[in-house]
C-alpha cells in the first residue's frame, strides 16, 4: 500500500515555525511500515510553509491508499483545532474510500482525549506507534491493538507490550537531517544523529510532554551498538545525541553501555546526552566519558525547592552542583536547563536561582518558559496566552503561577537570564580559553559564533530555533 505519514505544522496559514528535532518516532514507524512491505513518504509540513490549501494538494497528490496524520513526535505537539481544520480538509480532498488516522507518542488517555478534541477524527493510535500502525494500515477496519475508535462509547483496544529490539532502525532517507539542527552548544562537529535507547521516563514532572508515554522501557546494549554501527556504516555517523529523556534511569545498563562501547562500537564515536543530576555519579559520568560522552544536559529546571516539589519533579536541589563538578571533572561539557514559571516559583525565586547556577559554573545554560498542553491551568496559576511556537520555545499554553505576575514578566526574567548568564566577562574568558584548549580551534570558533548570535537572539527575547 501506499501509506502518506503528514507531519502537520503547528500553525496553519501563518509565519512557518522551524522544527529543532527530526521525526524520531515517525521515522521508525516509517522504517516498520517499509518492513511490512509498503510504499511510504514521509511529508514533514512543519519545514513548510503552512497554508492550507498546498499541504492538502500535495497530500492528494500522493494518492495514499492509507493516511497518516502525526499528532505528536519528539518535541512536537500539535494544537487540536489544528488538526481538526488540517483532517477535515484532507477528507474532502481525499477519496472517499482512504482511511484516515492519527498517531503518535500517546497512553489511552491522552489517546482519547484527542479523539475527543478533534471531531473530524474517527479514530487515533496509540502505543508504540511501529506496533499500531502497522496493524492498523494492514486492516484498517480491524479493531487493532493500541487504537481508540469514535463511537457511543468509544472502542478502546489495548496496545500490545513492544520488544523495542525487534523495531527496525529509523528511516533516515526519508528525511534530510540536514533540516534539522540542535542548539550550537549541542553540535559536535559533524552532523549529529538523534538515537532513542529507551522509551518513557520514571518521573512524573508535571510539564514534561514525555509523561503520555507511560512507564520506562530500554533497549538492549546488543540492540544499541547494532544501530550505531549501523548509521557509522551507512551514514558514516561521527557523532550521535542520546535522546532518552533521562540517561542513566538504569545505572547498570548505563554502564555496560559504556564499558562496551568503545570495542564494540563505532570508533572514535562522540555523543551527548540528557539526565538528571541525581542520575548519575563520579563513576558512571567517568565512564561515560572514557566511551566517548562530551556534553550532557542536565534537567535541573529550579533550584527552589518548594517549586520543585511542585512542579513534581523529585529532585533534590542539594544533587546539582555535585553533579556539574563531578561531570566537568571526567571532562564532559555541561548544559544546565532552567525553567522560568514553576509553580511555587516566584521571580525572586528565580533570580536566586539563577545566581546560584551561575556559581555552579556549567558550560551553558538554557532558559524556557514553562508551557503546558492543559486547557485547565494547575491550582494556584493562570494559561496567559493561546498555543503559540512563533513567540516562545515549545508548544503548548504558557503557564503563569501565581508568584509571577504575568506572561510578559516570564519572558522578560528569561531575557535577563541569557544576559546575565552570557555576558560575563568570567564566562567570555574561560570560554575563550576552553577553545584554546580544545585543540580544534577552527570547530569551536565556528561553533561559539552560531552560539553567540543565539544567544544575542534570546537576549533580545527572541525564541530558540
Not at 483545532?81 to 480538509?89: C, T
Not at 477524527?121 to 491493538?145: H, K, M, N, R, T
Not at 496496545?159 to 529509523?170: G, I, T, V
Not at 537576549?459 to 530558540?464: K, P, Q, V, W
Request: net charge negative; glycine share 6%.
Amino acid at each position: 500500500m501506499r501509506v502518506l505519514l503528514l507531519l502537520p505544522p503547528p500553525v496553519l496559514d501563518a509565519a512557518p515555525v522551524h522544527p529543532r528535532h527530526p521525526p524520531l518516532y515517525s521515522l521508525t514507524t516509517a522504517a516498520a511500515l517499509r518492513a511490512a512491505g509498503h510504499d511510504v513518504h514521509i511529508s514533514d509540513e512543519h519545514l513548510r510553509d503552512p497554508a492550507l490549501a498546498r499541504i492538502v494538494a500535495e497530500a492528494a497528490a500522493h494518492d495514499p491508499d492509507v493516511l497518516l496524520v502525526c499528532q505528536n513526535d519528539y518535541n512536537r505537539k500539535i494544537d487540536p483545532p489544528v488538526l481538526d481544520r488540517l483532517v477535515r480538509a484532507l477528507r474532502d480532498a481525499l477519496p472517499g474510500d482512504a482511511p484516515v488516522a492519527a498517531y503518535g507518542r500517546l497512553d489511552a488517555a491522552h489517546a482519547r482525549a484527542a479523539l475527543d478534541a478533534v471531531p473530524a477524527l474517527d479514530i487515533v493510535l496509540y502505543g508504540e506507534p511501529e506496533l499500531s500502525v502497522v496493524a492498523f494500515v494492514a486492516d484498517p477496519s480491524a479493531a487493532v491493538q493500541g487504537s481508540i475508535r469514535r463511537g457511543d462509547p468509544h472502542v478502546d483496544t489495548p496496545p500490545e507490550r513492544a520488544d523495542l529490539d525487534a523495531l527496525p532502525f529509523s528511516a533516515w532517507d526519508l528525511v534530510d537531517i540536514g533540516d534539522y539542527g540542535f542548539s550550537p552548544h549541542q553540535e559536535a562537529a559533524d552532523t549529529v544523529y538523534p538515537v532513542l535507547a529507551s522509551r518513557g521516563c520514571p518521573f512524573p514532572c508535571f510539564y514534561c510532554e514525555v509523561r503520555i508515554r507511560p512507564g520506562w522501557i530500554a533497549r538492549s546494549v546488543d540492540s544499541v551498538l547494532a544501530e550505531l554501527n549501523h548509521l557509522r556504516a551507512t551514514h558514516r555517523t561521527r557523532a550521535v545525541f542520546f535522546a532518552d529523556p533521562t540517561f542513566g534511569v538504569d545505572r547498570e545498563w548505563a554502564l555496560e553501555l559504556c564499558r562496551r562501547l568503545p570495542a564494540e562500537g563505532p570508533p572514535d564515536l562522540r555523543w551527548s546526552c540528557m539526565s538528571r543530576t541525581d542520575r548519575v555519579d563520579p563513576e558512571l559520568l567517568g565512564a561515560m566519558a572514557a566511551a566517548g560522552c562530551w556534553n550532557i544536559l542536565f534537567g535541573i529546571e529550579s533550584l527552589n525547592e518548594p517549586a520543585l516539589k511542585a512542579a513534581r519533579k523529585n529532585l533534590d536541589p542539594a544533587t546539582v552542583e555535585p553533579a556539574i563538578r563531578a561531570a566537568k571533572a571526567a571532562g564532559i561539557e555541561v548544559i544546565a536547563s532552567i525553567m522560568v514559571g514553576l509553580p511555587g516559583d516566584s521571580a525572586a525565586g528565580f533570580e536566586d536561582t539563577l545566581g546560584r547556577l551561575i556559581d555552579m559554573e556549567p558550560d551553558f545554560a538554557q532558559f524556557f518558559v514553562t508551557q503546558i498542553t492543559a486547557d485547565v491551568a494547575p491550582e494556584g496559576g493562570t494559561l496567559a496566552s493561546e498555543w503559540d511556537g512563533s513567540r516562545y520555545d515549545f508548544f503548548g499554553r504558557v503557564y503563569v503561577p501565581a508568584g509571577f505576575e504575568s506572561a510578559a514578566q516570564l519572558v522578560e526574567l528569561r531575557r535577563r537570564a541569557f544576559r546575565r548568564f552570557y555576558l560575563r566577562p568570567s564566562y567570555i574568558a574561560s570560554t575563550a580559553r576552553r577553545m584554546l584548549r580544545s585543540g580544534e580551534v577552527g570547530g569551536q570558533l565556528a561553533r561559539a559564533a552560531r552560539g553567540g548570535l543565539l544567544a544575542a537572539r534570546l537576549a533580545a527575547g527572541e525564541r530558540l530555533s
